[in-house]
C-alpha cells in the first residue's frame, strides 16, 4: 500500500477583509482533512493550517486582484518546480475582476525570459481563493455578524472544499449533489452534497503517486493515459467538439491591431459579443465570456499546425449570472493575448491562425471569426532592436498585470516605455501609456491623489490617441479621464 501523500494546506486572510472566526477556522481544520481523507480511501493525509500574511508586504483591498492573489500564494507556500506538498488557501473580500464569484483556483502566472525568480510560475494547481463578501451577502443578508449564520458557515466550508478540489484536478460536476457542483444563489446545499462522487473518488485515491492528482503536478485537465476523463467532470473542451448553431441571432468578433509582431510585444486581443444586423429582440447569455470558464475558449493554430487553447491564469466557480446583449449595444472585453498560465503565448514563429467559441445553452456554440497574423523572428523590422526588446521584456509583468506591485525594475520599465519618444515603436508605447494610465488612475481615484491624476491623465491620452488601441480600450482611457478630470 503507497504511503498517503502529506499535503500541508496553509489557510491566510489576504487585504481588508472581515475575518473569519476563530471558530469557524476551526471547523474548517476539522472537516476539510477528513473529506480529502475519505474521498480518497487515506491516500491524502491533509493537514490545514493557519497562516498570517505580512500585512505591510501584501497589501490589498476588499476586492483582490489576479496579482494579489499569485504573490500571496508566494508567501504562504514559496516557490519552485516540481509537485507540491504545500498548498496554499486564501480568503479575501471578493475578486477585482468579477466581484460576485465565490471562489476559484488559480493556475500558473505569467513571467518572461529574462526573470531571473521564476516565483508564482512554475507549478501548476497550488493554491486557490475563496471570497466571503460574496458569500456574505447571498448566505447572511441583513445578519450584522455574517460568522453567526448556519449557512455561511456552509457555504465557507462547501467552497474551500471544491477549490481545493480543483486544486487536485477534479472538474465541475453538475448533475449530482457533491463538492464540486456550482453553488447556486438561492441557498446553501443540502448535507448530502457535501460529498465526493465515486468517480471522483479513483481520482483522488491516486494522489500518493500520480501527478496528475498531485497539487503542483500536471496543469490543470491534464489527467493523463490512466484516469477516465469522465470522472473527474467537466475541463476543457477539444476543440470542434460542440456544433455550431446556425439559427442563433449571437455574433462573436475577434481582432488584433496588428497583424505582424513579435512573441514579447504586448498585443491586446479584442472581443465583441452583439447580434446580428435586423435583430430587434435582446438575448440573454451565461456571463461567462472570459477565457477562465470552459463556456469561452480560444484556439491559437501554431506555425507547425498545432492547435492549442489558450491557458488562463484562473479557473472561476461562479453562480449563474446573465449578460443581456442588447441591439446596437454589444458586449465588448480585451484579453491580454500576449501572455498566458507559465509565460508568453506565442513561441514558434511563422503563421497562426486564432479563433473563439462561446458556448451557449442547448449544447451549441457560436464560433468567431478566424485571424490570421505572423509572429516575427529575430532580425525582422527594427522591432527586433536589442536595446527595445529587453525594455519590452522587462515591462512585460507590469503591461500583463497592469500593476507596479512586482517591484521596482519591472515598474521602471513600464514607465521608460511609455515615456520613449519617437514612431518607430508606438504600438508598445501606447500599449505601456494604457496600461501605467490605468494604474496610476486606479491610485488616484482611490486617494483623490490630483498629481497621479494628472500623469493618469497625459498617458490615457497617448493611448486613446492611437489609431489602432481598440474600441474597448480607448472607451475606458476616455472615460478615466472624464472622471480623473472632476479631481482636478
Known amino acids: 500500500m503507497p504511503t498517503p501523500a502529506a499535503i500541508t494546506c496553509r489557510?491566510?486572510?489576504?487585504?481588508?477583509?472581515?475575518?473569519?472566526?476563530?471558530?469557524?477556522?476551526?471547523?474548517?481544520?476539522?472537516?476539510?482533512?477528513?473529506?480529502?481523507?475519505?474521498?480518497?480511501g487515506n491516500d491524502i493525509d491533509l493537514v490545514l493550517e493557519n497562516a498570517v500574511l505580512d500585512p505591510f508586504r501584501f497589501r490589498a483591498g476588499p476586492l483582490v486582484s489576479s496579482?494579489?492573489?499569485?504573490?500571496?500564494?508566494?508567501?504562504?507556500?514559496?516557490?519552485?518546480?516540481?509537485?507540491?506538498?504545500k498548498v496554499g488557501l486564501i480568503f479575501a473580500g471578493g475578486y477585482a475582476f468579477k466581484p460576485g464569484i465565490f471562489g476559484l483556483m488559480f493556475d500558473r502566472g505569467f513571467r518572461t525570459n529574462d526573470d531571473e525568480n521564476p516565483r508564482f510560475t512554475t507549478p501548476a494547481r497550488q493554491g486557490c481563493a475563496v471570497f466571503l463578501d460574496p458569500i456574505g451577502r447571498l448566505r447572511a443578508p441583513g445578519i450584522p455578524d455574517r460568522n453567526t449564520s448556519q449557512d455561511f458557515q456552509k457555504e465557507v466550508l462547501f467552497t474551500a472544499t471544491h477549490e481545493l478540489g480543483?486544486?487536485?484536478?477534479?472538474?465541475?460536476?453538475?448533475?449530482?449533489?457533491?463538492?464540486?457542483?456550482?453553488?447556486?444563489?438561492?441557498?446553501?446545499?443540502?448535507?448530502?452534497?457535501?460529498?465526493f462522487l465515486e468517480g471522483q473518488k479513483r481520482i483522488l485515491s491516486r494522489c500518493s503517486r500520480d501527478v496528475h492528482v498531485e497539487?503542483?503536478?500536471?496543469?490543470?485537465?491534464?489527467?493523463?493515459?490512466?484516469?477516465?476523463?469522465?470522472?473527474?467532470?467537466?475541463?476543457?473542451?477539444?476543440?470542434?467538439?460542440?456544433?455550431?448553431?446556425?439559427?442563433?441571432?449571437?455574433r462573436l468578433q475577434i481582432g488584433l491591431a496588428m497583424t505582424a509582431f513579435h512573441y514579447y510585444q504586448p498585443m491586446?486581443?479584442?472581443?465583441?459579443?452583439?447580434?446580428?444586423?435586423?435583430?430587434?429582440?435582446?438575448?440573454?447569455?451565461?456571463?461567462?465570456?472570459?477565457?477562465?470558464?470552459?463556456?469561452?475558449?480560444?484556439?491559437?493554430?501554431?506555425?507547425?499546425g498545432e492547435i492549442r487553447?489558450?491557458?488562463?491564469?484562473?479557473?472561476?466557480?461562479?453562480?449563474?449570472?446573465?449578460?443581456?446583449i442588447k441591439p446596437g449595444k454589444p458586449f465588448r472585453r480585451d484579453i491580454s493575448i500576449f501572455g498566458q498560465a507559465g509565460g508568453y503565448t506565442f513561441r514558434k514563429t511563422g503563421p497562426h491562425r486564432i479563433w473563439a467559441e462561446f458556448q451557449i445553452p442547448g449544447g451549441r456554440c457560436i464560433r468567431s471569426n478566424v485571424l490570421d497574423f505572423e509572429l516575427l523572428g529575430p532580425g525582422r523590422k527594427m522591432q527586433s532592436r536589442a536595446d527595445h526588446r529587453k525594455l519590452v521584456q522587462i515591462a512585460g509583468p507590469a503591461l500583463f498585470y497592469r500593476s507596479l506591485h512586482l517591484g521596482s525594475r519591472s515598474g521602471r520599465a513600464l514607465k521608460q516605455l511609455a515615456?520613449?519618444?519617437?514612431?518607430?515603436?508606438?504600438?508598445?508605447?501606447?500599449?505601456?501609456?494604457?496600461?501605467?494610465?490605468?494604474?496610476?488612475?486606479?491610485?488616484?481615484?482611490?486617494?483623490?491623489?490630483?498629481?497621479?491624476?494628472?500623469?493618469?491623465?497625459?498617458?490615457?491620452?497617448?493611448?486613446?490617441?492611437?489609431?489602432?488601441?481598440?474600441?474597448?480600450?480607448?472607451?475606458?482611457?476616455?472615460?478615466?479621464?472624464?472622471?480623473?478630470?472632476?479631481?482636478?
Not at 168 to 191: D, I, K, T, Y
Not at 226 to 247: A, C, E, F, Q, S
Not at 314 to 319: A, D, I, T, V
Open 11 to 40: 489557510a491566510s486572510h489576504l487585504g481588508s477583509v472581515k475575518k473569519l472566526d476563530p471558530a469557524i477556522l476551526a471547523l474548517l481544520r476539522e472537516k476539510i482533512p477528513g473529506h480529502f481523507g475519505e474521498g480518497s
Open 67 to 85: 496579482l494579489e492573489l499569485h504573490l500571496a500564494l508566494e508567501g504562504l507556500v514559496g516557490s519552485g518546480a516540481g509537485a507540491a506538498r
Open 166 to 195: 480543483h486544486v487536485f484536478n477534479l472538474g465541475h460536476q453538475e448533475n449530482l449533489n457533491n463538492f464540486m457542483r456550482s453553488s447556486l444563489p438561492g441557498s446553501v446545499f443540502p448535507a448530502a452534497a457535501f460529498k
Open 215 to 250: 497539487p503542483g503536478g500536471s496543469k490543470w485537465g491534464d489527467l493523463g493515459p490512466d484516469i477516465d476523463i469522465r470522472d473527474g467532470g467537466v475541463y476543457d473542451r477539444p476543440p470542434g467538439n460542440l456544433p455550431v448553431d446556425p439559427k442563433s441571432p449571437l
Open 268 to 304: 491586446e486581443l479584442d472581443v465583441k459579443l452583439g447580434l446580428a444586423r435586423g435583430t430587434k429582440a435582446s438575448v440573454t447569455v451565461p456571463d461567462r465570456v472570459d477565457c477562465g470558464y470552459p463556456d469561452f475558449t480560444l484556439w491559437i493554430e501554431d506555425s507547425d
Open 309 to 324: 487553447r489558450y491557458r488562463p491564469l484562473n479557473h472561476y466557480c461562479s453562480l449563474p449570472g446573465d449578460l443581456e
Open 419 to 488: 515615456d520613449s519618444k519617437g514612431k518607430d515603436f508606438i504600438a508598445d508605447r501606447a500599449a505601456a501609456c494604457y496600461s501605467l494610465g490605468r494604474i496610476l488612475a486606479k491610485r488616484a481615484l482611490a486617494e483623490k491623489g490630483k498629481a497621479d491624476a494628472r500623469t493618469a491623465i497625459r498617458h490615457l491620452s497617448v493611448a486613446a490617441g492611437y489609431e489602432d488601441i481598440g474600441i474597448n480600450r480607448r472607451h475606458i482611457a476616455l472615460e478615466l479621464t472624464r472622471q480623473l478630470k472632476r479631481l482636478l
